[in-house]
């Protein structure tokens, strides 16, 4: 098989239209030929930039919630800090650095990085394995999986994590909903309808009154993750940050989108070779948390919750320390926290467990 677009050809040939969400996971997790799977994409040299690329202020504000959070666990011994979705492991070291000025929170921690692609956990053991705040730390492992973290007091962070979760698209006609599959016509692929209604049961609340041709969109893999993670916070004490763009209340539309060298690119050409998203449902991943007894806090602006931390006394800390460099900081502060860039579009959720205060830029 030469590429991954032919093997879905064939897969569509002998069995009909695919799910989105069976597209986008291959592109994005096929083991050999996803999109993920191939190698560094972040970056001004790669396809996209994400906020702990932008400045370390970012990481090191999230390091410094964590440390406070934790402090208002009772500072447990053992805690594990879980990031899912690591990245170039950019922000894990930003952290950790900053955890450092809280006695006692470093040696606290086993930390786990939730990540499925062995070229990704390449590039995050090259950033990580040489810090020394990293060796300060009680441990660092490598899972697949949330189920693979130990129980234990939790400090979880997903940045940009759940908007690359696949996505069922579900669309309303005359007959009812359809779910919207990927389909083959003049060896293109093409967005079809199912010939059967959907289960209206796993379309999010409100859906009722969508106009006709309205676009919903449904993560399983979200939802599970987000009852995953209320079991846990019930369970044990912890606290788990959730930064990425979405929308703040379920809402119909078509948010999927591809990036390919920092320029859209059309999500149904050449699978595997661009980073394919969706809008985070944030409502979806508060109700699961809260159905089984976490308490939910946001989602708000990332830019009204970097302000509430401080990032602009780091900034003014940072430029007067490196003046050369306070263009550079300043652009990176108007960046992550201005209406034009990512300081609405991008929103914060926190789920803790019950009886702790509320977290740090939530209060």
């Known amino acids: ?35 993920y799977m191939q190698g560094d994409t ?22 410094l919630w964590c440390a406070i959070g934790w402090q208002a666990m009772g500072a447990p011994n053992p805690a594990s800090l879980v ?14 650095r900053a955890g450092r000025s809280l006695e006692g929170f470093l040696d606290a921690l086993s930390v ?17 394995i040489s810090q020394p705040d990293v060796h300060a730390a009680r441990a660092l492992g490598w899972v697949s999986d949330l189920g693979d973290v130990p129980d234990a007091p939790l400090l979880a962070v997903a940045n940009e994590f759940f908007d690359a979760l696949p996505v ?25 309808l199912a010939d ?53 209340e379920s809402a119909p539309g078509d948010t999927l989108q591809a990036v390919k060298a920092h320029e859209f690119h059309n999500p149904l050409i050449d699978p595997g070779t661009a980073d394919l998203t969706a809008h985070v449902d944030f409502a979806e991943i508060g109700r699961a948390a809260a159905g089984l007894g976490a308490r939910v806090y946001g989602p708000i602006g990332q830019g009204y919750f970097l302000q509430s931390l401080g990032i602009t006394e780091r900034a003014e800390a940072l430029m007067a320390a490196s003046p050369s460099h306070a263009p550079d900081i300043e652009a990176a502060l108007v960046r992550l926290t201005s ?25």
Not at 119 to 124: N, T
Not at 168 to 181: I, M, N, P, V, Y
Not at 223 to 240: E, N, S
């Open 1 to 35: 098989m030469n590429s991954l677009a032919d093997n879905f050809r064939d897969r569509i040939a002998s069995g009909g239209p695919m799910t989105l969400a069976e597209y986008m996971n291959d592109a994005l997790t096929h083991p050999r030929l996803g999109y």
């Open 42 to 63: 972040f970056g001004r040299g790669g396809d996209f930039i994400t906020a702990p690329e932008i400045s370390q202020m970012f990481g090191e504000l999230i390091g």
């Open 83 to 96: 990031e899912l979705g690591p990245g170039r492991g950019t922000l894990m070291a930003d952290m950790l």
């Open 112 to 128: 786990y990085l939730i990540e499925v692609s062995p070229a990704l956990k390449s590039l995050q053991e090259e950033t990580l």
């Open 168 to 192: 069922h698209q579900f669309q309303k006609t005359a007959s009812g909903w359809r779910e919207r599959l990927v389909g083959v016509e003049d060896g293109k692929f093409c967005f079809v």
């Open 196 to 248: 059967h209604p959907a289960d209206e049961t796993l379309l999010p609340p409100g859906t009722a009154d969508a106009d006709l041709d309205a676009i919903v969109e449904v993560r399983p893999l979200a939802k599970a993750i987000g009852r995953d993670l209320g079991a846990r916070l019930v369970g044990a004490p912890g606290m788990v940050l959730i930064l990425d763009y979405g929308h703040a």
């Open 339 to 363: 209406a034009d860039g990512m300081g609405q579009m991008f929103k914060v959720m926190a789920l803790t467990s019950p009886g702790l205060p509320p977290p740090p830029g939530f209060e």
